[in-house]
């Protein structure tokens, strides 16, 4: 193989690197995230590269409440408030394991979509679809600084509670919690599924042919 055609099979240095980066990225659950933190200039880095997400319209239909140390308190109660509106029997050993999740991560941040009002015709899937890639480039580039992350969902994140505390109105939508820090007990994620699991080629075989 001559020196040309060489460099042609091989994928740039970019490539390879983001190729590492993206599966390095892994969910490290709040639990196993603590200081440090993102400094502010990471935390300018990681919130910078959400701009950088495809967004139709130009809509800027996703935003980010950070909860600071002081403020986690509350959130600790929307918590254990969300739980007792699920099961008020639950006991208080439960309510506080409810509580403690607000208090994991150096770096929490809810994300929001906003749904409406106002430019229609970027229905809400789009939106979201928007939200998902500015959540991923916040993942991507606290992982390239060496943080672990992870996005959090469950009940609360529907809870009333919730929506009073971050003050959403009937057009937002709370998507899930992104959390940040350092990776204390490293854990191996699942098994990425396969390329040929998710794609197809509209009236083709098995075999993908790219750009023919
Ligand atoms: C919107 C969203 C919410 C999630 N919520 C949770 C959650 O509440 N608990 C959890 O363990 N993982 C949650 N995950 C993380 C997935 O479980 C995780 O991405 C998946 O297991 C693949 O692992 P990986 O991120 O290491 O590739 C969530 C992921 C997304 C996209």
């Known amino acids: 193989m001559n020196a040309v055609a060489h460099a042609a099979a091989e994928p740039p240095a970019s490539a390879r690197q983001l190729a590492a980066l993206m599966e390095a990225r892994r969910t490290v659950l709040p639990r196993r995230l603590g200081a440090p933190g993102p400094d502010r200039a990471e935390f300018a880095q990681i919130l910078g590269a959400a701009a950088s997400a495809p967004d139709h319209g130009g809509l800027v239909p996703w935003r980010f409440v950070v909860v600071p140390a002081p403020q986690r308190g509350r959130l600790a109660d929307v918590f254990a408030q969300a739980l007792l509106q699920r099961d ?16 994991r991560a150096p770096l929490l941040m809810l994300a929001i979509v906003r749904m ?14 928007s939200a998902g890639c500015a959540i991923q480039n916040m993942l991507l580039a606290a992982t390239a600084l060496g ?34 820090g350092s990776v204390t007990a490293p854990k191996a994620g699942p098994a990425r599924p396969a390329p040929s699991r998710y794609t197809r080629e509209l009236g083709g075989g098995p075999e993908l042919s790219p750009c023919s």
């Open 88 to 103: 008020d029997a639950a006991t208080p050993e439960q309510q506080g394991q409810a509580r403690e999740k607000a208090f």
């Open 147 to 180: 943080y672990g992350s992870a996005l959090t969902s469950g009940k609360a994140l529907q809870s009333d509670a919730l929506r009073t505390l971050f003050a959403l109105d009937r057009h937002d939508e709370p998507l899930c919690f992104v959390s940040v």
């Open 116 to 129: 409406g009002p106002g430019n229609a015709e970027i229905p809400a899937a789009e939106r979201i679809l």
